[in-house]
């Protein structure tokens, strides 16, 4: 991919919501929410502090991450419906 975030943002392509429940009922694509889930594909440098300085992102490509439901901007990269958030957005790194 020829994109590259800069500072301390994070490029993130979303995963999927479950198409059943636990109980095994199936879920309409009208009642589904937009997942808060994703994958992180592309880091910036870091964020710059007061003196100069990078503080690298704890957050690297490949990490499974939780974000909140209006975090980021959502822009087609590729032809492919990604979003740009900042490190502060994300919520977790899943295990």
Avoid at 19 to 47: L, Y
Avoid at 55 to 79: H, M, Q, Y
Avoid at 83 to 92: A, Q, T
């Amino acid at each position: 991919m020829a994109f590259r975030p800069l500072h301390d943002r994070v490029l993130v392509r979303r995963v999927e919501a479950e198409e059943k429940t636990a109980g095994g009922i199936i879920i309409p694509d009208t009642a589904k929410e937009k997942p808060q889930e994703g994958e992180v594909i592309a880091v910036g440098t870091g964020a710059r502090n007061d003196q100069g300085t990078v503080t690298p992102l704890e957050v690297k490509a490949g990490d499974r991450i939780l974000f909140g439901k209006w975090s980021g901007t959502e822009v087609k990269v590729d032809g492919e419906d990604l979003i740009i958030m900042k490190e502060s957005d994300i919520l977790g790194i899943v295990g």
